[in-house]
T-cell receptor, first 117, second 111 residues
Framework: GAVVSQHPSWVICKSGTSVKIECRSL??????MFWYRQFPKQSLMLMAT?????????EQGVEKDKFLINHASLTLSTLTVTSAHPEDSSFYIC?????????????FGPGTRLTVL | GEDVEQSLFLSVREGDSSVINCTYT??????LYWYKQEPGAGLQLLTY?????DMKQDQRLTVLLNKKDKHLSLRIADTQTGDSAIYFC???????????FGAGTRLFVKA
């Protein structure tokens, strides 16, 4: 149980285009989802926290107009990287919290590797 | 502020025990977690411990928590080459809903 999927697993795009990444909780309802960014050999950097049906809360330094987050249902959140540039190339990982379980554990998706040319 | 620190590398021989250490700063942490990340993959939850516990054992994994020193460790018994990965320590902060991650410890297992 507690599986989180992401789609696509990798994407290559041209500079200036927008890319949408989907995050789904497959077998549980996630009232809260998180989006992280991970640079090579570094830890996860929390970008934003989203609660179903409300606006996402962005971490300091993360541009909300650049990284659009939509959490329209209890099982789906999307991250859209708008007007992507090479510096946006990174590994993006989503996470969903299953509040019904002990530990309020976050379960992670497999990640999406974005390469902007 | 909230911070989680880990050593960056650990190298062990196959069959030996591995001990990965972590320190954190938020004394009001409620839960502490260990995650494993294999190359190119997301994070896999290995185990977690509630802050009022001092030990948790799950098969080859033993988690020790010293709340006074804000020190968490993960012991992997009989380490195998398949255990080679990055291990992240994380704390759920008491004051909010954030989970703060350490930088990760890269475990190398030599055959």
């Amino acid at each position: 149980g507690a599986v989180v999927s992401q789609h696509p697993s990798w994407v290559i795009c041209k500079s200036g285009t927008s890319v949408k990444i989907e995050c789904r909780s497959l077998d549980f309802q996630a009232t809260t989802m998180f989006w992280y960014r991970q640079f090579p050999k570094q830890s996860l950097m929390l970008m934003a926290t989203s609660n179903e049906g409300s606006k996402a809360t962005y971490e300091q330094g993360v541009e909300k107009d650049k990284f659009l987050i939509n959490h329209a249902s209890l099982t789906l959140s999307t991250l859209t990287v708008t007007s992507a540039h090479p510096e946006d190339s990174s590994f993006y990982i989503c996470s969903a919290r299953e509040s019904a379980t002990a530990g309020n554990t976050q379960y992670f998706g497999p990640g999406t590797r974005l390469t902007v040319l | 502020g909230e911070d989680v620190e880990q050593s960056l590398f650990l190298s062990v021989r196959e069959g030996d025990s591995s001990v990965i250490n972590c320190t954190y700063t938020d004394s009001s942490s409620t839960y502490l977690y260990w995650y494993k990340q294999e190359p190119g993959a997301g994070l896999q939850l290995l185990t977690y411990i509630f802050s009022n516990m001092d030990m948790k054992q799950d098969q080859r994994l033993t988690v020790l928590l010293n709340k006074k020193d804000k020190h968490l460790s993960l012991r992997i018994a009989d380490t195998q080459t398949g255990d080679s990965a990055i291990y992240f320590c994380a704390e759920r902060t008491g004051g909010g809903f954030k989970t703060i991650f350490g930088a990760g410890t890269r475990l190398f297992v030599k055959a």
